[in-house]
């Protein structure tokens, strides 16, 4: 009868193990992924033209953070992020809904809401931020900044400059969209950045009429990486481009006399 017992428990377990595996059992908030970020999303309606950039000591953050759809929107989730809502806000947005909707629908059953930092955009310049307010006290300081058909956010970075240089950057420069998304990062990361270093960079821009993405370019790993990837942009011939003269060869550094954050070991 002992064994008998036994070996129906067995049978049991083997019966429901495979269920259990296959279910999706959203994240520990404790052990959720922190990506820290500073990013920027914007749109220019007159052009068709969406973009976003983002910047961290996370690695290859440009491809799990930033999300753009040609004649949609922007969408970047940061900090407790979680990519699988990338193309779900832009699902939610090119079915009509505003900005500030879609983090409500994003949010309103999400236990861990207070912990994540998300930005958002759409085609008619309509932009919205949700800030980690629960954040721990490593990843101050976070803030955003927000302006004409263009949002700016960031958190564990060295100030409040990081933003407001990003905003300034992004409407003082004379170019097209990609070159004003160049043109903030590389702002931010001057006036400081992630202040546990400069590990991996992106942007991406689509453009209303084009598949997927219109132009992008990533650093996956770098000691100094949003130097590298504005190098990379110097260096690229596309049209997305535009009259931005920073942005055209020869490469000259942004900020050489920029202060340095000590990586974390």
């Known amino acids: 009868m002992h064994f008998f017992r036994i070996f129906c428990i067995v049978l049991l377990v083997s019966a429901i193990a495979p269920l259990l595996s296959s279910a999706e059992i959203p994240p520990s908030p404790r052990r959720a992924e922190i990506t820290a970020t500073f990013s920027i999303v914007a749109v220019d309606p007159q052009t068709g033209v969406c973009g976003a950039a983002v910047a961290s000591k996370y690695p290859a953050v440009g491809k799990v953070v930033p999300y753009v759809r040609a004649g949609v929107g922007a969408f970047c989730t940061q900090h407790h992020h979680v990519p699988k809502w990338g193309e779900r806000a832009?699902?939610?947005?090119?079915?009509?809904?505003?900005?500030?909707?879609?983090?409500?629908?994003?949010l309103?059953?999400?236990?861990?809401?207070e912990l994540r930092q998300l930005a958002i955009v759409d085609m008619?310049?309509?932009?919205?931020?949700?800030?980690?307010?629960?954040a721990p006290a490593r990843s101050r300081y976070w803030g955003a900044v927000t302006g004409r058909f263009y949002c700016c956010q960031g958190n564990t970075l060295t100030g409040r400059p990081v933003v407001t240089e990003m905003a300034r950057a992004y409407e003082t420069t004379e170019g097209s969209l990609a070159d004003r998304l160049m043109a903030a990062l590389v702002a931010g990361d001057c006036a400081g950045g992630d202040h546990r270093g400069r590990l991996a960079a992106g942007i991406?821009?689509?453009?209303?009429?084009?598949?997927?993405?219109w132009f992008s370019l990533y650093v996956d790993k770098s000691d100094?990486?949003?130097v590298d990837l504005f190098k990379r942009y110097v260096g690229a011939k596309h049209e997305a481009k535009g009259n931005w003269a920073a942005g055209q060869p020869p490469f000259r550094h942004p900020c050489p006399k920029r202060a340095t954050p000590r990586p974390e070991r």
Do not use: W
């Open 90 to 106: 832009l699902d939610l947005l090119a079915a009509g809904r505003r900005p500030e909707s879609v983090f409500v629908e994003l």
């Open 108 to 113: 309103k059953m999400d236990p861990s809401a």
């Open 224 to 226: 100094d990486a949003v």
């Open 124 to 134: 008619r310049g309509r932009a919205a931020v949700h800030n980690p307010t629960q």
């Open 204 to 213: 991406r821009v689509a453009k209303t009429g084009v598949q997927g993405d």
